[in-house]
């Protein structure tokens, strides 16, 4: 007897390649904004760091 959950399905078929196809569209919506946000943090002018008061003695 063939086993029922190795039959094929089209519409779980239908719906993982929508899924994946979704996944892929977010991914790549992420990784540009990771690489925009990264290359603006590159470009902005580095501050020196202020200098420490001096205590009173």
Known sequence: MA???LKKNP?????LSA???VAGTVRGQATAQAKRNL???MSEPKA???P???RKR
């Not at 519409?11 to 719906?15: E, H, I, L, T």
């Open 52 to 54: 420490k008061p001096k």
């Open 11 to 15: 519409f779980m078929s239908m719906w």
């Open 19 to 21: 899924a994946n196809s």
């Open 39 to 41: 290359k603006a943090a």
């Open 3 to 5: 086993n029922p959950w």
């Open 48 to 50: 020196a760091p202020a």
